[in-house]
């Protein structure tokens, strides 16, 4: 079989290109700072309850037309300024958000006819559920189940106006337009390019969707969709 890079939605082997994802199956770290106290063993641990970056690592060959395929490889990474989509056929059901930062350092068979190269990217550390990037329109007292053990920051659309509840995170959205798109993981409201956070009003901060049930209670909607946005690490 042979394997597969998307990046911004571009399939790589469109350049010829073929990978080896053993790079690709590390867990990023853990953030977290040593504070050595005086007088005392050991050092305190300050765990900001987060993840760095990682980094996504394939060993590429381009087995023939090396020089036509490289150059077209290297313009259409370099194009690519900042966080873009990231697949592979090894995880066919999530996808991360990466950018390409590296330069390309081809090393030419003896001929000029193939190359072996690193391909590079820095990545979130999370590895996005393609099954949690679809809108899931849910009704009063719905129970919406987080199958993986990372707490989601759901992106929630409610239409007109009135009050939710989403496993304890409560709040209210004043009327004035149409809909209003919550995104909990940018801490913004908005419909299209207007800013609605004068319209919300929240009691516990932006809704998390915590591993296993979460409860979904709401009134005044006349629909809402929740996009879970579910991921692993």
């Known amino acids: ?37 005086p007088g005392r063993n050991g050092n305190l ?12 690592k394939y060993v590429s060959f381009i087995p023939e037309g090396m020089k036509l395929n490289t150059e077209g490889l290297r313009n259409f990474l370099m194009t690519k300024a900042g966080y873009r989509r990231l697949e592979d ?4 059901d999530e996808y991360r958000l990466g950018r390409y930062v590296q330069g390309l350092e081809v090393e030419p068979s003896q001929m000029h006819v193939a190359a072996t190269f690193e391909l590079v990217f820095d990545c979130k550390p999370q590895r996005y ?22 707490t989601a920051l759901p992106f929630i659309r409610v239409y007109g106006a009135g009050s939710f509840n989403i496993n304890g995170y409560a709040g209210t959205i004043a009327s004035g337009s149409t809909y209003t798109d ?15 956070n004068s319209a919300l009003t929240l009691a516990n901060g932006f809704p998390k969707l ?17 996009t879970p946005r579910w991921w692993r690490l």
């Open 210 to 226: 915590t591993p296993g049930d979460n409860n979904i209670t709401f009134s005044g909607f006349s629909k809402v969709e929740i």
């Open 45 to 56: 641990t300050l765990d900001e309850g987060c993840y760095e970056n990682t980094e996504v």
């Open 89 to 92: 056929t090894y995880h066919p």
């Open 1 to 37: 079989m042979i394997n597969h890079i998307f990046y911004d939605n571009k399939d790589l082997s469109d350049y010829g290109l073929y990978i080896s994802g053993h790079g690709t199956f590390n867990a990023p770290a853990r953030r977290v700072s040593f504070v050595s106290v």
């Open 129 to 150: 559920l393609k099954e949690g990037e679809h809108a899931i329109e849910v009704v009063n007292g719905s129970v919406l189940h987080n199958p993986e053990d990372m």
């Open 182 to 196: 919550i995104d909990c993981e940018l801490q913004e409201a908005f419909m299209g390019t207007t800013s609605r």
